[in-house]
């Protein structure tokens, strides 16, 4: 599972920060990242899958219940390097500025609550391969309706039940080049950021089509834990 590239140099920085509050009462004790799938916390599927692809540089962009992230990592994955920036209660894009002082080169960013069986492999290679300095992971938009093609007269003509409809969407597992941060700094607003790099013809897409797995209501971490041992065997190979 390991990198072909050399992989000692690219750090992975972690959203943690969020208050999580869809998952409320849980997370009235804990950050969203360490709400338990089955008994392990969400942080723990998310370090460990890229642990096993040889990434061992974490960056931990912690906010709400943050003294719950230090005392996580305080007795676990101790075998990795590991910082955790606390930023308060602040947007996605002030967190990731408050970090961008101790990541000197290309960085993957996610979310501390989506769990997916990207490739790096494929994922970075395909990043070196186009012209851009940012790459985000999109996966295929399903329904979560059933869809009506109604005619003109009101008459029913076909039905779909939740189908995976022709449009993609972000899950995050960015691969950022360093140079990105500079662009970072300088925005006001992550969506901005995003805009502004879709309008300079700098940011591509990666499509994946394997497990995804998000955790932001509880009906989310009902399927989760239904669905996390197709995740568990993929870190198991």
Not at 57 to 66: T, V
Not at 82 to 107: H, K, M, W, Y
Not at 135 to 152: A, K, M, N, R, W
Not at 169 to 197: P, Q, T
Request: proline fraction near 3%.
């Amino acid at each position: 599972m390991s990198l072909n590239n050399d992989s000692n140099h690219i750090k992975v920085l972690l959203l943690c920060g969020g208050k999580g509050e869809r998952l409320s009462p849980l997370t009235s004790r804990i950050p969203k990242p360490l709400v338990p799938i089955n008994g392990t916390p969400i942080l723990n599927y998310l370090v460990t899958y890229f642990e096993k692809h040889g990434l061992r540089k974490f960056i931990i962009a912690a906010g709400y219940k943050s003294d719950k992230i230090y005392e996580y990592f305080k007795n676990n994955h101790k075998n990795l390097e590991i910082q955790i920036i606390d930023s308060g209660d602040v947007d996605i894009l002030t967190r990731i500025q408050a970090v961008s002082e101790f990541i000197p080169g290309d960085f993957i960013m996610c979310y501390g609550d989506t769990l997916a069986d990207v490739d790096l492999n494929k994922m970075i290679d395909y990043h070196h391969s186009h012209d851009g300095i940012l790459t985000v992971t999109s996966y295929p938009l399903q329904s979560s309706f059933g869809i009506l093609d109604i005619g003109e007269t009101g008459k029913v003509m076909s039905f779909m039940e939740k189908p995976v409809l022709d449009k993609w969407i972000n899950i995050g597992y960015f691969y950022f080049s360093k140079e990105c941060v500079r662009h970072i700094n300088d925005s006001l607003s992550f969506v901005d950021f995003l805009n502004e790099r879709i309008a300079r013809g700098e940011m591509y897409s990666f499509k994946h089509r394997g497990l995804h797995i998000t955790v932001n209501t509880i009906t989310e971490l009902r399927d989760a834990e239904n669905n996390i041992a197709s995740f568990n065997s993929v870190l198991n190979r």
